[in-house]
């Protein structure tokens, strides 16, 4: 027996001595950095590249931790299911006396578990959102040479449940988030990086992470089927499209309009092709081939058709039947919904992710009672506009049974016309 326990005594030694040496050779100082506008600055390039306006906008995530915590996450309302084993914990985050527990579904009281499922909720969550709480109250932010390149040092100094946690965030040439270093209080050796690696898009237009793995003994962190979507923002676009008659539109082959008097158009939905018309110049535009387009000056077709004007005629084609089917068009791929409250009533946050000549841009629909856009506000980086309105006026019930809008006006005084616009089978 003595020989036995002499044994364990010594493979205990081995043990403590082998993690020694692994703490001495792995452990890392924390970093020093500088605090101020260029750390303030780096922040900001981070969240822009990770779309922080969309996160700030988007209404419920769910995702689950290592396959034990189950979350869905009504961030607009600040409430959060947390689920595991026969427990969950309706969350109230802002105001957890509201919060409700339940045990094989039967209502209990219990601060304990209450108190648990807060825990899990700071912990779980941050391996999901943690990038776009860098401006958080409570953080501190530190600009940090790491291979020659800037990182970003956040500190929390206070909240959640581990206050005075640090992590070095490093990023891509194009300020992405790729992967971070943690001094914490949990781990008691310094510089374990973690992978921010592989992302997932997801309908609400923020990217998220769907696993991490930590240079500590190769652990691996699996956030099981991440989600993040708008339901509410998409109930509203829906009853937008049905207020502007969006099923005949679909069912519409040819629209006909002009803008402003200066250009004209046919076009034909079924076969993607639009006819282009200004000065004296008329390309056939094949919307989605363009190099099949045909060029005509005087209504004599070019033998080899100018790839100037085609671009031309394909930029001019974008912009101006943006002014009369965009409300129809909410649901095209590459665009992002949201809700804005604009004098206390809801409005559609529409941006343009991909697609068109800039994407990147955005609307803001305002409703009349019946749902039919009345204006919105335009923010157009390439253009400067942040926030111009314009009116969407005098819709027009055409043969085939769909709303277009007829004028525009805009705050400067100007007005656009779309001319005698058609739209039939």
Same mark, same amino acid.
């Given at each position: 027996?003595?020989?036995?326990?002499?044994?364990?005594?010594?493979?205990?030694?081995?043990? *403590?001595?082998?993690?020694?040496?692994?703490?001495?050779?792995? $452990?890392?100082?924390?970093?020093?950095?500088?605090?101020? /506008?260029?750390?303030?600055? #780096?922040?900001?390039?981070?969240?822009?590249?990770?779309?922080?306006?969309?996160?700030?906008?988007?209404?419920?995530?769910?995702?689950?931790?290592?396959?034990?915590?189950?979350? +869905?996450?009504?961030?607009?309302?600040?409430?959060?299911?947390?689920?595991?084993? /026969?427990?969950?914990?309706?969350? =109230?985050?802002?105001?957890?006396?509201?919060?409700?527990?339940?045990?094989? %579904?039967?209502?209990?009281?219990?601060?304990?578990?209450?108190?648990?499922?807060?825990?899990?909720?700071? %912990?779980?969550?941050?391996?999901?959102?943690?990038?776009?709480?860098?401006?958080?109250?409570?953080?501190?932010?530190?600009?940090?040479?790491?291979?020659?390149?800037?990182? !970003?040092?956040?500190?929390?100094?206070?909240?959640?449940?581990?206050?005075?946690?640090?992590?070095?965030?490093?990023?891509?040439?194009?300020?992405?988030?790729?992967?971070?270093?943690?001094?914490?209080?949990?781990?008691?050796?310094?510089? *374990?990086?973690?992978?921010?690696?592989?992302? &997932?898009?997801?309908?609400?237009?923020?990217?998220?992470?769907? @696993?991490?793995?930590?240079?500590?003994?190769?652990?691996?962190?699996? #956030?099981?089927?991440? &989600?993040?979507?708008?339901?509410?923002?998409?109930?509203?676009?829906?009853?937008?499209?049905?207020?502007? $008659? $969006?099923?005949?539109?679909? +069912?519409?082959?040819?629209?006909?309009?002009?803008?402003?008097?200066?250009?004209?158009?046919?076009?034909?939905?079924?076969?993607?092709?639009?006819?282009?018309?200004?000065?004296?110049?008329?390309?056939?535009? =094949?919307?989605?081939?363009?190099?099949?387009?045909?060029?005509?000056? =005087?209504?004599? /077709?070019?033998?080899?058709?100018?790839?100037?004007?085609?671009?031309?005629?394909?930029?001019?084609?974008?912009?101006?039947?943006?002014? !009369?089917?965009?409300?129809? @068009?909410?649901?095209? %791929?590459?665009?992002?919904?949201?809700?804005? /409250?604009?004098?206390?009533?809801?409005? !559609?946050?529409?941006?343009?992710?991909?697609?068109?000549?800039?994407?990147?841009?955005?609307?803001?629909?305002?409703?009349?009672?019946?749902?039919?856009?009345?204006?919105?506000?335009?923010?157009?980086?390439?253009?400067?506009?942040?926030?111009?309105?314009?009116?969407?006026?005098?819709?027009?019930?055409?043969?085939?049974?769909?709303?277009?809008?007829?004028?525009?006006?805009?705050?400067?005084?100007? @007005?656009?016309?779309?001319?005698?616009?058609?739209?039939? @089978?």
């Amino acid at each position: 027996m003595k020989k036995l326990f002499k044994f364990i005594g010594i493979l205990l030694l081995l043990l *403590v001595i082998a993690l020694g040496i692994y703490y001495f050779v792995n $452990h890392e100082p924390l970093p020093k950095g500088e605090k101020g /506008k260029e750390a303030d600055a #780096l922040a900001i390039r981070m969240l822009n590249a990770l779309n922080n306006d969309a996160f700030l906008q988007s209404e419920t995530l769910e995702w689950s931790f290592r396959g034990k915590h189950f979350y +869905k996450w009504h961030k607009q309302e600040n409430i959060v299911e947390v689920s595991w084993d /026969k427990n969950k914990v309706i969350l =109230h985050t802002s105001k957890p006396s509201e919060s409700k527990i339940f045990i094989d %579904n039967e209502k209990v009281e219990n601060q304990e578990l209450l108190k648990k499922a807060s825990d899990f909720f700071n %912990n779980d969550s941050f391996w999901l959102v943690a990038p776009y709480k860098i401006f958080d109250a409570g953080t501190e932010r530190r600009i940090v040479k790491y291979n020659d390149k800037d990182a !970003l040092l956040i500190t929390y100094t206070s909240g959640g449940s581990t206050p005075g946690d640090s992590y070095l965030w490093i990023l891509n040439e194009n300020y992405f988030p790729t992967s971070f270093k943690m001094w914490t209080s949990i781990i008691p050796m310094g510089g *374990v990086s973690a992978t921010w690696s592989e992302w &997932k898009n997801t309908s609400a237009g923020i990217k998220l992470p769907t @696993k991490h793995e930590l240079s500590l003994f190769g652990m691996k962190l699996n #956030l099981g089927d991440v &989600k993040a979507y708008n339901t509410k923002a998409d109930q509203l676009a829906s009853k937008i499209l049905k207020a502007i $008659h $969006h099923e005949a539109y679909r +069912k519409t082959r040819y629209l006909e309009w002009s803008f402003g008097g200066r250009r004209h158009f046919k076009w034909d939905k079924e076969k993607n092709i639009a006819e282009v018309t200004w000065d004296t110049i008329r390309v056939n535009l =094949h919307t989605r081939n363009r190099e099949n387009s045909a060029v005509y000056f =005087h209504n004599k /077709k070019q033998e080899i058709a100018d790839s100037s004007l085609v671009k031309k005629a394909w930029d001019i084609f974008n912009n101006d039947s943006f002014w !009369l089917v965009a409300p129809h @068009k909410l649901f095209e %791929n590459g665009i992002i919904r949201s809700i804005q /409250k604009v004098d206390t009533q809801e409005a !559609l946050l529409v941006k343009y992710t991909t697609g068109g000549t800039t994407p990147g841009d955005s609307y803001l629909w305002v409703l009349d009672t019946n749902y039919v856009p009345n204006s919105f506000k335009m923010f157009v980086p390439s253009m400067k506009l942040n926030g111009i309105s314009a009116t969407w006026e005098d819709w027009k019930l055409t043969e085939s049974g769909t709303l277009l809008p007829t004028n525009h006006a805009f705050s400067s005084g100007n @007005k656009l016309s779309m001319g005698d616009v058609k739209a039939y @089978k």
